[in-house]
């Protein structure tokens, strides 16, 4: 069962916690592995406090890996540290051991900090963690920018769903076999496309307007930020200290233990 | 395009958060202005309702080529509908929440990530955009044209700064990365534009008095001259800093056939090899481009001037 912290509280410990941590994974050094896997069991305890377990964290974490593709050229084109080099066909490349330690911390640091989003979003709902963003002063047409965006993002979402639904069933399908099941020429189905972007916007920007008129009518102000932050965390200054003494951990621990 | 963490350099990333600070700051402060004027796309529904529209546009694509999907990024329609500095806090948003609610680019890497999507993306690419239509004309077949060209650059121009991060961080290595990201994002980019093309032309038939919330301006001359001065400052300092120090053709090919000997000396030298005697290194290359730059720029302007002045005394 996942520990949530329920509507209402004070999530800015959540939220610093989870920016230090991270920011003490990006300042650990090229082939800090141990200080890496150290960073990884502080996030997994995390994880297993708030319900999820290390593997599935890992899994979910898995959606940062794309991201490899960008830091694999290095390891071919560095030229110190050689572990391998000769020619594969036609092509002549090598192996550095430098560019393969720049990559595979980026990979690591990525996946690891992607945990400790993951976390963060899993103990503390979304609308809560803009609340706390607020009390930290996020500026307000932010912040209610933000609390709308997600109150509708799902109406707004399904309304898009039966949208392409609907396209699908007038052979503007980008899934198929063969030009007859997607429609006509690529101009012609970026245009339908198009139509249907702009038709979202148009229903977008009607609901808008009933919402603003109906905000308006029971004297909003067209801020969300009046009379809905919850009672300050008393205890917030000593969990900030204890975070930032945490964070400092692991910073040290990546200029202390042994890197390869 | 959404960086991950871990892949920049920390101070990079700081920098880049200041950055992006400072300049959503400003966005604030002339939507705050807007508002008190009596703006109507400042309007923080609107925002709200915008910003969770694009998240479902970016759901639409189309097959381009197997294997390949055209889709919306919605920074530059984003930038067009509501303005660029209600777009640009509107791609903030979308961008953090991305970030906050499915991990789609990383907390410390947020900065980056907004600066690259929402102030090049959306805030250049509406700023370009209108500074294109207002060169075809300011029609609205010229503004959807201009938006459509700067949907294109807006995504080319994010990925090449996301490239350069990524080289600048040692991540990758800015030759094979800023061509394979341009690369790739080039027919990303194609179906930004055509989306963004049909998207307007669909609200300008069906709802013209839309598009007309945010007329195309006229800005005063200091101020597009600034502006000029200082896009050149930065495409200089950047050309610069990746520019090859290989000889050029006719070098090379003289170096080739050996009669580099041949060449006479200049009668005078001012910035020889573009550098400021007394000064080594980028700094000195890029200070002696600028004064280059600046001084064409007061030729131009002289001439300019010259001209104006014989034609009123014909």
């Known amino acids: 069962m996942s520990r949530a912290v329920p509507g209402g509280r004070d999530a800015r410990a959540a939220v610093i916690t989870a920016l230090l941590v991270i920011l003490a994974i990006a300042l650990l050094p090229m082939g800090a592995y141990v200080a890496i896997l150290l960073s990884w069991f502080v996030v997994i305890t995390a994880g297993a406090y708030v319900g999820i377990s290390p593997l599935r964290l890992a899994r979910r974490g898995a959606i940062a890996l ?5 830091a694999v050229p290095v390891i071919f084109l560095r030229t110190d540290e050689l572990l391998w080099s000769g020619t594969v066909g036609p092509l002549s490349f090598s192996i550095s051991g430098a560019g393969l330690r720049i990559a595979l911390t980026a990979v690591l640091k990525a996946w690891v900090s992607v945990q400790a989003s993951i976390v963060l ?3 503390v709902d979304a609308p809560t963690i803009v609340t706390a963003l607020r009390r930290m002063r996020l500026p307000d047409a932010i912040a209610t920018s933000a609390g709308l965006t997600i109150r509708y993002l799902e109406l707004l979402r399904d309304e898009a769903k039966r949208m392409l639904r609907a396209r699908t069933a007038r052979s503007a399908s980008p899934v198929g076999v063969g030009r007859e099941r997607i429609g006509g020429s690529i101009g012609w189905r970026a245009r339908t496309t198009g139509n249907l972007v702009g038709s979202l916007f148009l229903r977008a920007y009607a609901r808008a307007q009933r919402i603003e008129e109906a905000a308006t009518s029971r004297g909003a102000t067209g801020s969300l930020s009046v009379g809905t932050m919850p009672a300050a965390d008393p205890r917030l200054a000593m969990k900030v200290i204890g975070v930032f003494l945490l964070a400092l951990f692991l910073t040290l621990s990546g200029a202390l233990l042994p890197r390869l | ?28 402060r002339r939507l705050a202005a807007s508002r008190e004027a009596g703006g109507a796309t400042g309007r923080p529904i609107l925002m709200g309702l915008v910003g969770a529209f694009i998240f479902a546009a970016q759901m639409f694509n189309f097959p381009v080529a197997t294997g390949t999907s055209g889709h919306l990024l919605g920074g530059v329609l984003a930038g067009y509908l509501l303005g660029p500095w209600a777009g640009t806090i509107v791609m903030t948003t979308v961008i953090g929440v991305q970030a906050l609610l499915f991990q789609d680019g990383g907390l410390l890497a947020l900065g980056a990530n907004i600066f690259n999507m929402g102030i090049i993306g959306t805030l250049g690419g509406t700023l370009i955009a209108r500074a294109l239509a207002l060169a075809l ?5 010229a503004r959807i044209a201009a938006a459509g060209i700067a949907g294109w650059l807006s995504v080319m121009a994010g990925a090449g700064i996301t490239a350069l991060q990524l080289g600048l961080s040692g991540t990758t290595d800015i030759s094979v990365g800023l061509p394979a990201m341009l690369g790739v994002h080039v027919f990303i980019g194609v179906g930004e534009a055509l989306i963004t ?12 008095d839309l598009l007309g919330a945010e007329p195309v301006t006229h800005t005063s001359l200091a101020r597009r001259v600034g502006a000029g001065a200082g896009a050149t400052a930065i495409v200089i300092s950047l ?29 005078f030298n001012l910035f020889a090899g573009y550098a400021i005697p007394g000064l080594d290194g980028a700094a000195s290359t890029i200070i002696a481009a600028l004064i280059g730059a600046a001084v064409i720029v007061g030729l131009i302007l002289l001439l300019s001037r010259v001209a104006a002045s014989r034609k009123g005394d014909a």
Not at chain 2, 137 to 141: E, H, P, T, V
Not at chain 2, 258 to 265: L, W
């Open chain 2, 1 to 28: 395009m959404h960086l991950p963490d871990g892949f920049l350099a920390p101070q990079l990333a700081l920098a880049l958060w200041a950055l992006t600070a400072v300049i959503v700051g400003v966005a604030l």
């Open chain 2, 197 to 208: 093309v049909a998207a307007l032309t669909f609200i300008a038939t069906t709802a013209p």
């Open chain 1, 121 to 123: 979003i899993t103990y």
């Open chain 1, 66 to 70: 794309p991201f490899l593709l960008a």
């Open chain 2, 239 to 267: 050309a610069t800093l990746f520019a090859s120090t290989d000889p050029d053709g006719l070098n090379s090919v003289a170096q080739a056939l050996g009669f580099t000997h041949v060449e006479a000396g200049a009668p």
């Open chain 2, 137 to 141: 004309g300011g029609g609205r077949g």
